[in-house]
């Protein structure tokens, strides 16, 4: 079985070129990842702060391969029939009022009670067979004919059940439906889990997954994020605001500003026709990096002693 | 490389990192797909696999380093002889006795002579395995193994020849090649024991400390203890700070039972019960901070104030023959600084726990309602003052339970000045406290129930 996309995937090299080609700049590791987790056929467990980018990586694989990507938000009290497959309750019972005349000639005049249950169990379950079924993300998944990109978005507000259920998905890439059966992936899809680690996940749950930790990435890689993602602004300008906010990174904040914080802001700024770094411009957009007014009071307070020390010479032009 | 990995999953265990076997088929998995090559692509490789938290990250990436940076791996002319295992001869270990014929002094003393540093690289690696090396606990061994490996790589016949030759410049040389042989081989057993033995002892040393008597634990052994309680106190928390719900069991809650049951024209064959909070608890801790007490105290206190997200209040209390209050202290200060601050206050003095009593009731009775705990913290030894019990019951009437943490084991309260018996009939719960163990136990209880 060697279906297109699997191919790309030939080389740690060729993933991180594919990745970048879709507008997203892997670091070593994750690209380590996403070539290991088709190889070895397991899900990758992405954890991070906020606005790292661990939604967007799921994005980016879906878009270079051309894969469909199946997204699936956890929330509390997420169960199987809204996660897996629901049956059709209603055109069951509308199809069994329709059908209901033809129930007789289906029986025939079988004498007695026997006769006619033993002919009733000849037509088969019916009702219970795939046409009935609702497929939900993850039953999607799995049955996506070319493979798909499944996204199971922050497991860590499921409920502690849930993660349970997901384990014979996780290891097997299969799910048992009673009435049906197994059904199993002709093409494994390719699986990522985010969590933002607000509760510690099982420990069963991380073995079954390659477990990548994405963290606010170093000056060199969040300057390419931003020539990538904002491909219209100045270069100087470029390596200034990067150095700004790792500096910034570097302060007792409530909330450091992550790399989707960072783009916002770099793309304010191409808006703004700025140039440079006025002293007055950032703090009127600090508001942009910062989520919290007590962080945004910390910042403006020693906003020129932060401006002169970042350092742009650290950072390469390309 | 099969061997290695294997000495590195046992070295990252001793790190800290747990590693089922499970995993260590997948590592290896792994490391075949990507290769051994490129050192970096192994370490990102081998940590996606293995180190599921940052904690683990962070001790994965110092293990891999330090373990690969061990001579043998380091240097280019050992992986040389590594790649080419199979043809480093002849090992010292099956050298023929009379192998000092010409020359003399067997193969060590050539390669040391001829400064063939591939050959010592190997021989080192191979004899420390052969004399079981990774299974190094502890520092006195050191010793031992740096003669083990010595003599597997043919100590002997080296030693012997220095002999033969004591006076002859092939002897000078020689003496001073084995001192630093010893010295290089010393360092490599170190090194080892660092890697494959400190996880182990720090592991012990906790099991150890968190069964010990909180009243017996010795000063320098503090810093540790208070990592300890606050991985407890972390645990507790991350397990029950977030929203809980439990079920009120016989009110059924029809909406979502329709949609559960409607698969069977909502007829409910299965139920489902509504549910109600669990409500984080709002402490009110008493603390004895007399001499006899203070130690447990203390860490009663750090347990406490690192559960932040998983209380709905708190409200600290020292006393020995007053009461003060002690929050604000707790909650400004670095617990480290706090503590002293708090013994400073009110410590040290002899414990009057009725005038305590008293004290409370006449100022802070208002913080009590039905939503609250108090806890505390003493022996009940008052030196026979008047024990106040009556306060007691008012508290205990007015809070939703009173729980007593004693440091002294049952048997003993009650005797002498103790007044543990007028006050055990108010509290809801009174319990032996004088380990970690002990205080992990109560107030994950006290969590859980809410």
């Not at chain 2, 940590?47 to 043998?72: M, N, P």
């Not at chain 2, 050298?95 to 050539?110: I, K």
Request: charged share 25%; net charge neutral; with cysteine.
């Amino acid at each position: 079985m060697s279906i297109a996309w699997q191919a790309q995937l030939d080389s740690i090299e060729a993933t991180e070129s594919g990745l970048e080609s879709a507008g997203y700049i892997p670091s070593r590791e994750i690209a380590t990842a996403v070539y290991l987790s088709h190889h070895l056929q397991k899900p990758i467990l992405v954890e991070g702060p906020a606005g790292v980018g661990k939604t967007e990586l799921a994005k980016a694989v879906s878009r270079w391969l051309s894969l469909p990507l199946i997204r699936m938000q956890c929330y509390e009290g997420l169960d199987e029939s809204k996660a897996l497959y629901e049956w059709k309750y209603g055109k069951q019972l509308l199809y069994t009022q329709i059908l209901k005349d033809r129930m007789g000639a289906a029986l025939g005049d079988e004498p007695g009670m026997d006769a006619a249950l033993r002919r009733l169990h000849g037509l088969s379950d019916l009702f219970f067979s795939e046409d009935f079924l609702e497929p939900r993300p993850l039953l999607k998944a799995l049955r996506s004919p070319g493979g798909a990109v499944l996204l199971i978005d922050e497991v860590d507000k499921a409920d502690q059940e849930f993660e349970a259920f997901l384990l014979e998905l996780l290891s097997d890439y299969q799910v048992s439906i009673p009435e049906i059966g197994t059904i199993r992936a002709d093409v494994p899809p390719i699986v990522m889990l985010t969590s933002n680690s607000q509760r510690d996940l099982g420990d069963a749950l991380k073995r079954r997954c390659l477990h990548l930790h994405i963290g606010l990435p170093e000056a060199r890689l969040e300057a390419r994020i931003i020539a990538s993602r904002v491909p219209g602004i100045d270069a100087t300008l470029r390596r200034k605001l990067v150095a700004f906010v790792q500096e910034l990174r570097g302060l007792d904040l409530k909330k450091l500003p992550s790399v989707s914080e960072t783009i916002d802001w770099a793309r304010v700024l191409v808006l703004l026709h700025a140039n440079e770094l006025e002293p007055a411009l950032v703090r009127e957009t600090l508001n942009v990096l910062l989520k919290f007014e007590s962080d945004i009071e910390v910042v403006a307070g020693q906003l020129g002693e932060l401006l002169l020390k970042a350092k742009p010479e650290a950072i390469p032009v390309r | 490389m099969e061997g290695p990995l294997l000495d590195f999953f046992r070295a990252a265990r001793s790190a800290g990192l747990r590693i089922s076997p499970a995993e260590t088929i997948e590592a290896a998995r792994a490391a075949a797909v990507v290769g051994f090559e490129d050192r970096q692509r192994l370490r990102d490789t081998l940590g996606l696999v293995l180190a599921k938290t940052i904690d683990e990250k962070r001790a994965y990436g110092v293990c891999f380093d330090l373990f690969f940076k061990r001579a043998s791996f380091s240097d280019p002319a050992g992986k040389a002889a590594e790649a080419s295992a199979g043809e480093v001869p002849p090992m010292p270990g099956e050298m023929p006795a009379g192998g000092e014929g010409e020359g003399g002094g067997g193969a060590l003393a050539a390669a040391l002579l001829s400064n063939d540093q591939a050959w010592l690289a190997a021989a080192i690696e191979q004899a420390s395995r052969e004399a079981r090396l990774s299974e190094i606990s502890l520092f006195t061994q050191v010793n031992l193994f740096t003669r083990r490996i010595l003599e597997r790589m043919g100590l002997g016949a080296l030693e012997r020849e220095i002999v033969r030759t004591r006076t002859a410049p092939r002897g000078e040389a020689l003496t001073q090649a084995r001192d630093a042989l010893r010295e290089r081989v010393r360092g490599f057993v170190e090194q080892n024991l660092l890697l494959f033995a400190e996880g182990r002892n720090q592991e012990f040393r906790a099991r150890m400390l968190t069964q010990a008597r909180l009243t017996a634990i010795d000063r320098r052994d503090h810093e540790r203890m208070r990592v300890l309680v606050r991985a407890m106190a972390h645990r507790l928390a991350t397990l029950y700070g977030r929203p809980r719900k439990r079920d009120r069991r016989g009110v059924l809650d029809v909406r979502r039972t329709l949609r559960r049951n409607m698969a069977w024209e909502a007829i409910p064959f299965r139920t489902i019960w509504k549910q109600e909070r669990i409500e984080k608890p709002r402490l009110v801790v008493l603390c004895d901070v007399s001499g006899s007490v203070a130690a447990v105290a203390q860490f009663l206190l750090l347990f406490l104030y690192s559960l932040n997200e998983a209380l709905a209040g708190l409200r600290a209390f020292a006393f020995s023959s007053a009461l003060a209050d002690v929050s604000d202290l707790l909650t400004t200060l670095p617990i480290e600084r706090a503590i002293p601050e708090v013994m400073a206050r009110s410590g040290f003095g002899s414990s009057n726990y009725g005038q305590s009593l008293a004290d409370f009731e006449r100022e802070y009775m208002h913080l009590l309602d039905s939503s609250t705990t108090v806890i505390i913290l003493g022996d009940g030894r008052g030196n026979r003052t008047d024990a106040r019990a009556d306060i007691l019951q008012r508290m205990a009437n007015r809070a939703k339970q009173v729980v007593w943490l004693n440091p002294e084991t049952r048997t003993v309260w009650g005797t002498g000045d103790s007044d543990m018996p007028k006050y055990t009939p108010h509290c809801r719960v009174s319990i032996t406290c004088n380990s970690l163990f002990q205080l992990e136990r109560v107030i994950s209880e006290l969590l859980r129930v809410g």
